[in-house]
């Protein structure tokens, strides 16, 4: 009888760990903290845990597993699953994204922004981009046009801009170079001091990012209708990770993915 409580004992272990092994967890490397900027995220961890009963996590992190120009990195090497960048911090390693991130496209909204980015996305060239880096992309981070905040006397013209340094980068920093701005590319996390210490004297971003970043705090003005373009900041997923998800998991990423950015653009809309 012994015998048979041992072994029935030790076959439960045995399902137990088994259930263990089956549930899935991905690390997502994100940076600053949570923000309109990082709210599909939010909701794809979510909606992905909620479809899969919690087998299948997404424990997103906001600086604690790298920093963020290193983040495409670290999705190369598989240091984590899942994260987050910009186009303009590393031009050379994802070039054909950077079309994303030329001056004054034209783009009105952020439905037509993302409508544009998945279009760019679905094209054979960037895809095989991305995958040199094993990279696949997932979704868009839509941002509205940016505007700039600055300190001293206000930028009215393009002429008072001479001289201006800004901190842009991508499209957006050759546009102002290309009327004599002096643009610098510190990260959104080290712009606040980098403006505070007098290292810019202007910063373009996007609203949510002068409010989450506090630079609207040190701003002595502020354009509301400049519109020089936005940054491209898509979330990526390790090819070997993405692959090796079970097909019910892989659905509910990928399923989850439409609404997460619903979401995201429904609650940028009430800033």
Request: aromatic content about 8%.
């Amino acid at each position: 009888m012994n015998h048979l409580f041992n072994r029935v004992a030790v076959a439960a272990i045995a399902v137990a760990f088994a259930g263990e092994a089956m549930a899935t967890e991905w690390n997502v490397s994100l940076w600053g903290k949570r923000r309109a900027f990082t709210e599909h995220v939010e909701k794809l961890a979510e909606l992905v845990s909620a479809k899969t009963n919690g087998e299948f996590t997404l424990n997103i992190s906001y600086g604690g597993l790298s920093k963020n120009k290193e983040n495409l990195d670290g999705i190369s090497i598989g240091a984590f699953e899942m994260a987050q960048f910009c186009a303009g911090y590393h031009r050379d390693k994802n070039p054909t994204i950077t079309v994303l991130e030329l001056p004054f496209l034209g783009v009105a909204n952020l439905k037509e922004e993302v409508a544009v980015a998945r279009a760019v996305y679905a094209h054979p060239a960037v895809q095989a981009d991305l995958a040199r880096w094993d990279a696949k992309l997932l979704m868009t981070s839509p941002m509205p046009q940016y505007n700039i905040v600055g300190t001293g006397d206000p930028r009215a013209t393009l002429e008072s801009m001479k001289g201006m340094r800004v901190r842009a980068t991508g499209g957006i920093g050759k546009a102002f170079k290309a009327i004599g701005a002096v643009p610098t590319s510190v990260t959104a996390t080290e712009t606040y001091n980098a403006l505070e210490s007098g290292v810019v004297d202007t910063v373009a971003f996007a609203q949510h990012a002068h409010l989450a970043f506090r630079t609207i705090d040190k701003a002595e003005w502020w354009t509301e209708n400049l519109n020089p373009g936005t940054v491209n900041c898509p979330v990526v997923v390790n090819t070997d990770a993405y692959a090796a998800l079970s097909d019910s998991e892989r659905a509910a990423l990928d399923g989850s993915v439409d609404e997460a950015i619903a979401h995201y653009v429904a609650n940028y809309e009430v800033l």
